[in-house]
């Protein structure tokens, strides 16, 4: 007999106790010893690209048995380098949910879900869709999606140009477009930026929590390795400018909280003590600035320390010291993420503008502007009259005109559209739970005649769809994911299915192929693939003629296949320098004063005043009067917080906050002081409440969260969308009110006061 010592009896009691968990969570299938096969085993290792966030990180996944049973990271991918973080390990989850929607389903008369055939719900949408086009009102067609990089949103733009509508509208969720718009009137281009964090010697982070909250992930985490133990004798310095200590702040070697949306005045102040100083960089501010006169005047004139230290609650004397800091560290980088307040595009604006103060930009230890890989473009379609009718109405959202004249996409604002919307395609958004209560999209869901949902998922919106076409999984589907701005050199990443689909659902691209192809005409000549996969080695082709990067073949099938094997191209080192790269401004340099801001407003016929083109600050705007709404709410994001599916995953669920160690469940943060004079504890019911509605939540004491802010996780407070998201937790973008950044376009979802009141113990 087998002496059972205590090491091995916890290790087989740890062994039990995970298989019936996983058991539990029906990712263990215990079939009779009938079976079970008892023959040779498959077991093989397929390469693929994960989605649960935009970092596009590869994976590896392990199949046994023509099941897939680990997920772990591609070591060929530069994001991850064979890692994977705890969002990438529960694909497997996604996979394997068992409240997928199974197949196509039409909404019947009794308002129950009744299963219909790939073909009739195909029909169907043709038929609507040219019934649209034959009243000469394509326009009317809205393509709500997730406006991820690559040839998917591609192809639906293509989808939306051939057939006549000009919106194709694109919903980041809780998104950072100023950032993007940012780089835009200083750069010429926008998109998020690159950081050359491993080279950095000093990190001005306002707001982006870029240990958590920051993509891809694994890189962010490396990087912050390399920074801080990865070069001796050269540790970066990080400070953290914040209205509430993330777990990036706890992390930081300073962490400065400023009250909420003043941000920008503090980067503005910054810059303020480095002209006045003058220890900018004077050869990089003369070679490849434009505007800077004007901003000198503007910041030595309005943001002098002793002023600004009223506004963001910074100190004088931590302005100064932080400015000489910054300007002294050389390569030096400010970044983050200040999305949500009426300011935002402003305040981004200013911050970036540190950056070329100190001349980092295009420089190691800088900024970087990604570059994209020479993925072939498809040839522009030829469009008929119909179609070129249709793209000269307006965009029912209101985008790019006075009222939003830097937007490209408002989705918000499809529940105001300038015209009736008749077919509204919704693919990987979920705006009835990610968008404020106030703009009411319920109402305009069903005031459309026909809502088309290809949401793997029955959530809160695809509940008032009429049709459900369930999308794949990304580990069933063919896709390429362009990596998110992140290592500046062109990389990216061929998913391909590691599993054929586990049900009647089909890839999305494939369907708007189908649709094409239904309508006939100068639609299906723009389309003209046979599946999506032919659509995507179309594009392939160009990796492989550039002639650069890894892998490379001799032919096109060889490359396809070596593509196939590693699932990732890439092209490094980033090169330095690249000056026409860098700036694509009317003046070919870094703008200070933005002619692109000008041209624009211009164009529209928006009146501005001169200071309007420069990065100044606008106190935010805030909803609920501050007496009787005296607490400042802030939403973020937890490291397990996932664009769409997260809520459904158990395993995230275990880890949701760790540093509060919640699970399950969200939470509110409370300061302890404002927590003692509200008569509240560690763990009571509290209610949240602002002018737009209230949730209950139990309290936690977090001295990380200044005395006039709460703050609250997003991700929980589903009402749908499987049986491990709903019902738990709330949500807090109910509490918000829906005010915007009007040059963007952009929710204010940070800019809501809210009162808290205990409900029991």
């Not at 920074?227 to 209205?243: C, D, F, L, T, W």
């Not at 949306?261 to 600035?289: C, K, M, N, P, Q």
């Amino acid at each position: 007999m087998v002496k059972l010592t205590r090491r091995t009896f916890l290790k087989l009691a740890g062994a039990i106790a995970a298989a019936g968990g996983l058991y539990k969570l029906g990712l263990v299938r215990l079939g009779s010893p009938e079976e079970r096969s008892t023959g040779p085993v498959s077991d093989r290792r397929m390469p693929g690209i994960c989605r649960l966030c935009a970092g596009g990180c590869g994976l590896s996944a392990r199949v046994v048995d023509g099941r897939v049973v680990k997920l772990d990271g591609n070591p060929f991918h530069p994001n991850n380098q064979g890692k994977l973080c705890p969002k990438g390990q529960a694909g497997l989850q996604v996979l394997y949910d068992p409240d997928r929607i199974k197949g196509p389903m039409r909404r019947a008369a009794d308002r129950t879900w009744q299963p219909i055939s790939w073909e009739e719900a195909l029909d169907e949408i043709a038929g609507r869709l040219q019934a649209l086009r034959n009243a000469g009102h394509p326009e009317r067609l809205v393509f709500l999606h997730d406006g991820k990089r690559g040839p998917t949103s591609d192809l639906i733009a293509r989808f939306c140009r051939a057939f006549g509508t000009p919106n194709d509208v694109r919903s980041p969720r809780h998104s950072a477009d100023g950032t993007g718009l940012a780089h835009l009137l200083t750069q010429g281009w926008n998109d998020h930026a690159a950081y050359d964090w491993e080279n950095t010697n000093y990190l001005l982070c306002f707001g982006g929590a870029f240990l958590e909250a920051w993509q891809p992930l694994v890189r962010q985490l490396r990087a912050y390795s390399r920074m801080r133990r990865g070069r001796p004798g050269r540790r970066a310095k990080i400070v953290q400018v914040e209205s509430r200590a993330s777990v990036t702040a706890t992390k930081a070697d300073e962490w400065l909280p400023v009250n909420p949306g003043t941000e920008g005045a503090l980067a503005l102040s910054i810059a303020h003590v480095i002209v006045r100083d003058g220890v900018y960089d004077a050869e990089f501010v003369a070679e490849h600035t434009f505007g800077f006169e004007d901003f000198r005047t503007l910041v030595l004139r309005d943001y002098a320390p002793a002023r600004v230290a009223g506004i963001t609650g910074v100190s004088e004397e931590t302005i100064e010291r932080v400015a000489r800091e910054f300007a002294a560290a050389r390569p030096a980088v400010a970044a983050g993420d200040v999305s949500g307040y009426s300011n935002s595009l402003y305040s981004q604006w200013a911050i970036h503008a540190l950056n070329a103060l100190v001349g980092s930009i295009e420089v190691p230890g800088g900024v970087m502007r990604q570059v994209e890989p020479p993925l072939a473009p498809w040839p522009e379609p030829t469009l008929d009259e119909i179609a070129a009718q249709g793209l000269t109405r307006p965009r029912a959202d209101r985008a790019g005109t006075g009222a939003f004249p830097l937007a490209e996409s408002v989705p918000h604002m499809l529940t105001q559209a300038l015209y009736p919307i008749e077919v509204l395609f919704l693919y990987h958004t979920n705006p009835l739970y990610d968008d404020p209560p106030g703009l009411d999209w319920r109402r305009t869901l069903e005031d459309i005649p026909l809502v088309i949902s290809f949401s793997p998922y029955l959530d809160e919106t695809s509940e008032h769809a009429d049709l459900l076409l369930p999308d794949c999984t990304y580990l069933e589907k063919w896709f390429l994911e362009p990596v998110e701005p992140s290592l500046g050199y062109p990389a990216v990443g061929l998913g391909q299915p590691i599993v054929e689909p586990l049900y009647d659902t089909r890839n999305t691209a494939d369907v708007l192929i189908a649709l094409a192809r239904a309508l006939g005409g100068s639609l299906a000549a723009a389309m003209p693939w046979n599946d999506f996969v032919e659509a995507l080695q179309e594009r392939v082709r160009g990796l492989y003629q550039a002639g650069i990067g890894m892998p490379s073949a001799e032919t096109f099938e060889k490359f396809w296949a070596e593509l196939r094997s590693r699932s990732v191209w890439y092209d490094q080192p980033y090169e330095f320098g690249q000056w026409e790269h860098a700036f694509a401004t009317p003046s070919g340099k870094f703008e200070f004063a933005s002619r692109v801001l000008r041209e624009r407003l211009e164009t529209l016929g928006v009146p501005f005043e001169d200071e309007d083109l420069l990065p100044r600050y606008r106190a935010p705007v805030f909803d609920g009067d501050e007496t009787e709404y005296p607490l400042h709410l802030r939403t973020f994001k937890t490291v397990t917080y996932t664009e769409r599916w997260g809520a459904n995953l158990p395993w995230l669920q275990e880890v949701y906050g760790l540093h509060v160690q919640e699970k399950w469940d969200n939470w509110v943060e409370l300061n302890p002081e404002t927590a003692h004079a509200l008569g509240i504890h560690d763990g009571d019911l509290v209610r949240v409440e602002s002018t737009q509605g209230s949730i209950e939540l139990r309290a936690r004491l977090w001295p990380g969260t200044p005395p006039d802010v709460v703050s609250i996780p997003l991700g929980q407070g589903h009402t749908a969308g499987g049986r491990w998201a709903e019902d738990r937790g709330a949500n807090p973008i109910e509490l918000v009110a829906p005010l915007t950044d009007p040059l963007s376009g952009e929710l204010a979802t940070q800019s809501t006061r809210v009162r808290v009141q205990k409900v029991s113990p």
